[in-house]
C-alpha cells in the first residue's frame, strides 16, 4: 500500500505550478476545493462532538502521518490545541535535497481546515511563524 506521505513532494510541486498558471489565487481555489470535497468527515464529527471531534479527526489523521505532535483538549476552557512539533509533509519537504518546496506550502492546513470549522462557530488560529523548522500551532476554540 502506498502512504500518504509518498505525495507530498507531487503536492508542493502541484502547487508552484497552480501559481504559475493562475496565480496564487489558483492555489488557494484548489485548496477550497479539497476542503470542500473531502473533508467531510471532520466537518462531521466536529458538528457532532465539537472540539472532542476535533480531539478525535486530529488523532486519526496525524497518528497515520507518523507526526510528532503534541493535542490538548481543555473543555473547560473550550480550547483544543495542536502543537506540531515535526510536520512529516513540511519536514519531508525540507529534507528532500532535489526539490525547493512550494513557497507557501503550509498555509494549505489554515485553508483547508478554516474553511470547515469557523462556518461551525469555532474560532479557528494557527501559528505558522516556524514552518521553515516544519513546526506549528493551531488552536481551536468554541466560540461561547
Known sequence: MISCTEFIPVYSE???FLEQKGGKAAVVRFWEHLSDAFLTNLRDIAAK????GCFEYWSHSLSEEAADFKMTLDEDNNI????????????????VKHLKPYHA???????LYRRV???LGFEYNIDLSNCDKASCKIVVKAKK
Open 14 to 16: 502541484l502547487f508552484k
Open 49 to 52: 462532538k465539537g472540539l472532542a
Open 80 to 95: 483544543f490545541t495542536i502543537e506540531m512539533h515535526k510536520c512529516p509533509s513540511k519536514g519531508m519537504l525540507l529534507a
Open 105 to 111: 506550502y503550509c498555509e494549505h492546513c489554515d485553508r
Open 117 to 119: 470549522l469557523e462556518p
